[in-house]
């Protein structure tokens, strides 16, 4: 985990030497840009993933509150935007 400006960012990397030996094969970032402080509140999250083998990247964004989330991701491959809700009924 690394902190730069005051957000928390998990990074992971992949090498593969058998793919490139020259460079990692992955690399992704993942961490929240607004953290709640109640329940109320919004959490924000993105995670994003560079694949330097394809040359594709894949972006998500959630936004959640409580039993509620809105999730938006992009791939730059096939250049496709999905977006999707889901709620979660209190037990």
Partial sequence: MIEVGGYKTNVHAEYDYEKNKEFLKELSFKGDLLEPESADEVRVGYELTRDFSTQQT??????????YSLTAAYDTSDQVCVRGWRAELAK
């Fill in 58 to 67: 894949d972006v998500k964004l959630t936004a959640s509150s409580g039993d």
